[in-house]
């Protein structure tokens, strides 16, 4: 059978091609092993969730099945569950971790599955890779339990997690202050679990919601990915545009990322996202601890760390290395370029349901438009443009161009001197000015992904050129 590799986030996979029932039970095996060589509990438990797509529930019945296998106690969501929901649930139900259904953003002929620790993050680099030790060669070996017998022995229960969930994020955000606000929002859920979620909480009084994409749809129409990126996210702006919307608030498929678009229809990039998150926090609610930063996002915090005193930490891309830096630091904010941002009093994991309340809360109590806040950021921390370039390339090349970039030692990059290269995770070269372009490949597709960041806007294509230059070897 295929070998599993899990890579930032867990395994993901292209549906009926290696993404089989035979494959999720084998991960199942993997994870099963590994909770009970880990769990102290006689018992240990485990929360399962999935997304809404293709047969991603009955996935999440067969991983549940080898669980029971196990004589692990499973928690199974009753329906269609956002990620961040599925996280708090691990603490709300003193669960040893959680297993997810979900392919996130991914295009839609993809599935994946996720795994988390007893804290409802990720799990850290070690352990993920002993579970991808423990799935076993063949299925002949996973060990399972007709899922209908484990129910009647109580060792799978179907539960709603979304009470304990909202509950805390009553205790996080003033959810009437925002529901009596009267904003008119756009809500695009992309086709995924986001849906339903903002009406439900601050809907219903003065503020309004048009929520668009909200429907179970598993080929994602009108965007190629649930991704909270353009193009993907064009007819939510243009729907803002043309509704006179103060601002577009994005979840993507499984509602852990998010993204934001102003009152004139045009997209708050990722990389101002969370450092307009991390200033909220700061300046408005006058929060004082740890930024946990990826090396992919924004340097934007770097200066808002020394503004405010507080300490920044720069970690490798993914949640498996910003979740535990989060916990060792108390952090109070940790995200990625991705558009994934954790807070804390929360799960340590991605809450793209969180990160559009706060951005709507600071938009309330500053009594700023989304434009009038970029605008404030600027005038602390400089302006700063940002873009990416998302390469599909050959598996069968890739280290190739891993043994051009190990090589390459430019001196000058967009007409810039190279002060500094970062191979902690991809390679990062560190201009004179503060500028920086980075070039990874992803860890759950075929993609090369070229980033940059700079204060001037007519370096961002010139910088993303030399990146793909770099790779190419020209």
């Known amino acids: ?83 961040p929901v599925i996280a708090f649930a691990v603490g709300a139900q003193k ?93 695009d859920p992309m086709w995924g679990n986001g849906a339903g979620w903002l009406p439900r909480l601050i809907g219903g009084r003065k503020t309004e919601i048009i929520e668009i994409h909200n429907q179970r749809n598993p080929i994602f129409p009108e965007m190629s990915r649930p991704e909270p990126i353009p193009p993907n996210v064009n007819v939510g702006l243009a729907k803002t545009k043309e509704v006179g919307a103060h601002c577009c608030c994005i979840t993507d498929g499984d509602a852990d990322r998010c993204g934001f678009g102003d009152e004139h229809g045009g997209f708050i990039n990722q990389l101002r996202a969370y450092a307009l998150l991390a200033l909220y926090l700061l300046e408005v609610r006058g929060e004082r601890g740890a930024i946990v930063k990826t090396l992919s996002t924004t340097s934007m915090l770097e200066k808002l760390g020394a503004l405010y005193q507080v300490p920044v930490y720069e970690t490798g891309v993914g949640f498996k290395y910003v979740a535990p830096k989060m916990l060792e630091t108390n952090a109070m904010i940790g995200g990625e370029e991705s558009g994934g941002y954790a807070f804390r009093g929360n799960a340590p994991e991605r809450d793209g349901i969180l990160a559009n309340l706060y951005f709507l809360d600071l938009q309330v109590r500053t009594g700023k438009t989304p434009s009038q806040l970029i605008d404030w950021l600027f005038g602390k921390v400089g302006p700063h443009y940002y873009d990416r370039i998302d390469a599909r390339i050959d598996p069968a090349q890739r280290e190739a161009i891993k043994a051009r970039l190990n090589a390459a030692q430019p001196d000058q990059l967009a007409s810039l001197r190279v002060v500094r290269k970062d191979t902690t995770d991809g390679y990062k070269f560190i201009l004179e000015d503060g500028s920086w372009m980075l070039i990874r490949m992803s860890g759950t597709e075929p993609l090369m992904r070229v980033y940059c960041e700079t204060g001037r806007e007519a370096l961002v294509q010139p910088l993303l050129d030399a990146g793909v230059k770099l790779a190419n070897g020209t």
């Open 1 to 83: 059978m295929s070998e599993i590799k899990f890579g930032t986030d867990g395994w993901r996979g292209r549906i009926a091609d290696d993404y089989t029932f035979a494959n999720v039970r084998r991960c199942a095996e993997g994870y099963a092993r590994y909770i009970r060589a880990t769990s102290k509990a006689t018992q240990p438990a485990v929360v399962i969730g999935y997304d809404k797509r293709f047969q991603s529930e009955d996935f999440a019945a067969a991983a549940a099945e080898v669980l029971a296998g196990h004589g692990i106690k499973v928690w199974l969501t009753a329906g269609p569950t956002p990620t």
């Open 95 to 187: 669960a040893d971790g959680a297993i997810n259904i979900t392919a996130s953003h991914n295009p839609p002929q993809d599935n994946g599955f996720k795994v988390r620790d007893h804290t409802g993050g990720a799990i850290a680099p070690a352990g993920l890779a002993q579970i991808e030790a423990a799935i076993p060669r063949s299925e002949a070996e996973v060990a399972r339990m007709d899922y209908d017998k484990a129910i009647a022995q109580g060792l799978i229960t179907l539960f709603d997690p979304s009470d304990a969930y909202i509950a805390n994020l009553e205790r996080l955000v003033d959810l009437k202050a925002l529901a009596d606000a009267g904003l008119k929002i756009v809500a």
